[in-house]
DNA sequence: TATGAATGAGACTTCATTCAT
DNA sequence: TATGAATGAAGTCTCATTCAT
C-alpha cells in the first residue's frame, strides 16, 4: 500500500545529509560554544567541524546569533521535559521518587551535550537577556517546580521532616548542575584524580535522604 | 587653621591617581569581564568604566590578555586564603567550625565582588587553560584540602557520621559556587522572589548537619 | 563560430583573479615600499592599488611583515641571477664581456621595478636584519663574485692592467646601484635635465675601460 | 676690559647643558632617524637617546615632522661647504686637485655623521619632497658644480682627456656615496671583510686618474 | 624649564556576512 | 544547494602630542 514516493526506509544518502545539515551544524555550534563561549567561536570553525564551508552555514542560519539562539532553542527544555516527564504519576516511596529524579536528571540531561546548556546560558545571559529569560521559564522553573511537589509530597506523607521547600530545592539542583560543569572543565586543568559522576551522585542522594529524615523516624 | 604653607600629606593629584589607576582598572575588569565574558568586553568599555581613555589602559597593562591574568591573579587565592585561613586552629566543636567556614566563605568571598571570577573563569577555562590551571591550585584545592580535614576531624571525634570525605567535600562547595553564578544572573531574568542569601546557607548548613549527624547520636 | 558548449579555455573569473592576486598585491607593495618605505605605507593603500579591499591583502599575506618579506623574497636574487647567468660562459674578449655585463644588468634588472629593492633594502636593513641578510647573499654576493671573475679573467688574459680585484669590484657596482637610486628620486625634485640612463652607461663602461686599459698596450 | 657679564670661558655646566640641548636632539635623532627611518623612530627613543624626557623634546621642537627638517637643514650644506669651499682657489695640478677633492669629501663629510643624511634623504626624498628639493640645491648642486669645474679645468689644462663633464661627474660622486651607503648598512649582515673606505679611496682615485689620461699623455 | 601621565587619531588585523560562480 | 573569495565594520594596540604639576 505504499506509494512509491513514500519509502519507509532510509533515503538516499545525499538527501539524508541535507536533511541533516542543520541539525550537524547545531551539535557542532553547541559543543564549540560550551567550549569556547559565543564570541570567542568564529563561525569558520563551526562550519568546519559540521563539515561544510562558512557560506553554507548562512543557508540555513542568517546571522550568528541566530545560530545561537537555534542552539539554545533545540537543546533547552526538551530533553528535561522528556526526562522529568515520567515522575510525574509516580506511586512509590517519596525517598524513591527524589532518587529516581536524580537518576533520570543523570542519565538523560546532565550527561548528554545538551547539559553545556548549562554553562554556555550562565556565560552569555548578560548578552543575551531574551534566552535567559527562556531559559528560567522552559527549563529551570520546570524542573524546580518539579521538585518542589516531589519534597511537599514526601513531607505531606510524613516521610521527610518538615523542610523550608523553596530553600531546599536550590540545594538538591546545585550539586547536580555543578556537577556538570566540572564535567565541561577541562582535563589536563584538573587535579589528579577526576570525579566520578555515579558515586557523586550516589553521595548527594545518601546525605540529602539523611538530611530529610524525620526526627520521629529515627530509633 | 592649616596654613597654606602645611598641606597636611596629600601627594600630588596626577601622582595619587597614578597609584590607583592599576586598581581601577582591574575593578572595571572584573566586572565587565564577569558581566559579559572575556571577548565580548571592548578594552574602550574597562577604560570608560575606570574612567580613563584607552590609550590609558595600555600603559598599565600591555595587552587586553594580560588585562585579564592580572584580574584573575588579583582576585584569585588572596580573599580566599585570608578568608579560611583562620579557620585552621579551631578548638570548638566540628558542627560549630562547619559553620564557621561557611560563614567566612559567603561574608569574605562569596559576597564580595571577587565571587565573579567562579563565573568568568569557568566560562574561560578552556580559552586560557594556564590561568584555568593556575585558579585549580591556588583557589580550589586548597580550600578543598580545608573542608577534607573539617570533616575528618568531625568523623575521627565521632562528630559526624562517616562519609566518603573526598566525595563529600564537593556537595558542600557546589551550593556556595552556585550561590555565586545565581546572584551574577542578570536580575530582570530571574523568576519572581531572589533567592536571599542567608537562608540559603543557614538551609544549606542544617541540612548538612543533619546529613551528618551520626546515627549512634539519634535518641 | 564556437558553439557555447565549447568555452575555449578560459577559467572562471573569479579563479582566474584568485590566481593572480599574490602577484598584483606584491607588485602594489614593491612600489609603495620603495616610494614611501615600510612604515610609512598602509596597508589598505597597497590593497587600493592592488585593486582589491583591506581584507583581502590578508587572505593572501598573514601580516604587513610577512607581505614585506614575500615582497623581497619575490623581487631578490631571481631576476639578477636569470639576468647574469648567461654571462658565465662567455669566450669573446674581457673589455667586450664587461660592456655585456653592464649591459645586462641594466636592462634586466636596473631598468625592471625589481630595482627598487636596492633602495627599499637600504633603508630598512636595520629595522629587518634577517632580510638585509638573505639579500646581501641572494642578490650582492653572487653579482660581486661574478665581476671578481670577469676582472681576473681579463688580468690574466691580459686584458687589463694588474689591479686590486676585491676594491674594483664595488667601483664598477656603485655607479649602477646610485644610478638605480637616482632613478627612484621623485622627478619634482631633480634638477633640469634629468640623467640619461644608456649615457651614463656608455661614460661608465668608457671610464672603466680607459681606466683598465693595460700600460704595454699604449702606442 | 672684560665686563662679568661676558666671561670668555665656559658657562656654568646647567647653563650649558641647557643651551646645549637641541643639539643634542638634534644628533639623537640623526642617528635614529638614519638608523631606523623616519617612521619607525619613536620620538620618546629620540628623547631616551638624548638624555631628557619626551616632553622636553617638544619644548624645542613642535612636531616630529619640524625635528627632521630641523635635522636635515643642520646637517645638509654646511658640512660639506666648509669641506669643499676651499678648493675654489686651488693652484696646483687638476689630478691633486681632484685627489684634494676625494679626500676632504671624506675626511670632513663622508666619515660624520652628517654623511647620514645621504641614506635618510634618498628613503624619505618621496614622503619630503620640499626637503628634498632643499638638499638637491644645497648639497647636491653645489658639489657636482665644484666638481664640473674641476673637470674642465683639466681638460681645458690638457691634463685630462675630453670627456663628457655633465657624465663624468656623477660617476666621480657615485663611489662615494655608495661607501657612505656601506657603511651605514648594520654590521652583522656584511660578508666577511668590511670594505676600508681608505683602501677604496685611493683605488678609486687611481682608476679615475688613470681613466681621465690624456691619449697624448701616453708614451 | 622639565616631567611623564593622559589622550585619541590612526594603524594593523579579525571575522561575520555577502555574492558570483 | 554549496562554495570560498571578497568585503568592511569593528576591535586591539601604538604613539605623536598635550598639559597639569
Redesign the pocket.
Known amino acids: 500500500m505504499n506509494s512509491p514516493e513514500t519509502p519507509t526506509c532510509a533515503p538516499p544518502r545525499?538527501a539524508r545529509?541535507?536533511q541533516a545539515?542543520p541539525g550537524e551544524l547545531l551539535d557542532a555550534a553547541l559543543s564549540l560554544f560550551v567550549e569556547k563561549g559565543f564570541?570567542?567561536?568564529?563561525?569558520?570553525?563551526?562550519?568546519a567541524r559540521a563539515?561544510?564551508?562558512?557560506?553554507?552555514?548562512?543557508?540555513?542560519?542568517?546571522?550568528?546569533?541566530?545560530?545561537f539562539k537555534a542552539v539554545v532553542h533545540e537543546n533547552a527544555g526538551r530533553h528535561l521535559r522528556e526526562a522529568l516527564g515520567e515522575v510525574a504519576g509516580y506511586t512509590g516511596s517519596s525517598a524513591e521518587l527524589l532518587r529516581e529524579f536524580l537518576r533520570r536528571w543523570w542519565t538523560q540531561y546532565g550527561s548528554t551535550p545538551a547539559a553545556g546548556l548549562c554553562k554556555l546560558i550562565m556565560g552569555e545571559a548578560a548578552n543575551f537577556p531574551d534566552l535567559a529569560r527562556d531559559y528560567q521559564e522552559q527549563v529551570v522553573q520546570p524542573s524546580h517546580e518539579l521538585l518542589r511537589r516531589v519534597l511537599q509530597r514526601g513531607i505531606d506523607r510524613g516521610e521527610f521532616r518538615p523542610v523550608d521547600v523553596a530553600l531546599t530545592v536550590p540545594l538538591i539542583i546545585a550539586p547536580l548542575l555543578q556537577l556538570v560543569l566540572w564535567q565541561q572543565w577541562p582535563a589536563d586543568c584538573m587535579p589528579a584524580p577526576p570525579i566520578d559522576p555515579q558515586a557523586l551522585l550516589a553521595q548527594h542522594t545518601d546525605m540529602l535522604l539523611h538530611g530529610l529524615r524525620p526526627e520521629a523516624a529515627r530509633p
Open positions: 545525499r545529509r541535507k545539515r564570541a570567542a567561536t568564529r563561525v569558520e570553525e563551526v562550519a563539515g561544510v564551508s562558512k557560506g553554507t552555514l548562512f543557508l540555513y542560519f542568517p546571522s550568528k546569533q541566530a545560530l
